[in-house]
Each structure stands twice: as structure tokens, then as C-alpha cells.
């Protein structure tokens, strides 16, 4: 059983700073690609950022020059400093994470979510 545990999130005005966590934990052999997305209440799901095994990111447009992913991998953590936040950044913020258990197999998990409100 994996699990991917979010913190970080919390009101912050615009123009701020935050800083998210992400702690993988449970039966992993190997984490591969991690990423951050987002939701926006009445919107769909969208990809944020993600950052391979190696290091290699990719970022959507719309937060390209004020996000920051990078991962520990001796932690099994990804994070995402996200900088000069504006009122359209608002959203639950998901982990995402390809974990390779134990016996073999690649599954795609989720964490649980945390809250980005920003906001005067």
C-alpha cells in the first residue's frame, strides 16, 4: 500500500509565496515521475508541473517563471515553491506520483489534496 501525504497549502496574498510538500510512503521500489496538478471549483483537473527520476521538469504555461518543482528522492518527496502567486492560482493542489512496487507493476497514485487560496 502507498500513500502520498500533501502540505503546505493556506491563504496567502497575492503576490506571495507557498511552498508544497508531498511525502511518498508505503510499499515503493521506485518512484518515477512526480507532478503537481490543480483543480479550480467548476473546472477540470490540470497538470501544474512534473519532474522525472532524473530531474527533468515541465511546467504548464500558466505558472512557467513562478513555480519550482524538485523532488528528494532519498526522501521520496516532491515539492513545488510557488512564488508571486496570483487570485487565479486559487485551487486544491494534487500529488501525483508513478510508484513501482515491491513485485513489479507501475501505478499512478494520488494524494488526498491540499488547499491554495490566495486572496487580500
Known amino acids: 500500500q502507498v500513500q502520498l501525504v500533501e502540505s503546505g497549502g493556506g491563504l496567502v496574498q497575492p503576490g506571495g509565496s507557498l511552498r508544497l510538500s508531498c511525502a511518498a510512503s508505503?510499499?515503493?521500489?521506485?518512484?518515477?515521475?512526480m507532478g503537481w496538478y490543480r483543480q479550480a471549483p467548476g473546472k477540470e483537473r490540470e497538470l501544474v508541473a512534473t519532474v522525472t527520476s532524473s530531474g527533468s521538469t515541465n511546467y504548464a504555461d500558466s505558472v512557467k517563471g513562478r513555480f519550482t518543482i524538485s523532488r528528494d528522492n532519498a526522501k521520496n518527496t516532491v515539492y513545488l515553491q510557488m512564488n508571486s502567486l496570483k487570485p487565479e492560482d486559487t485551487a486544491v493542489y494534487y500529488c501525483n506520483a508513478g510508484i513501482t512496487g515491491p513485485r513489479g507493476g507501475n501505478f499512478r497514485y494520488w494524494g488526498q489534496g491540499t488547499q491554495v487560496t490566495v486572496s487580500s
Open positions: 508505503g510499499s515503493i521500489f521506485s518512484i518515477n515521475t
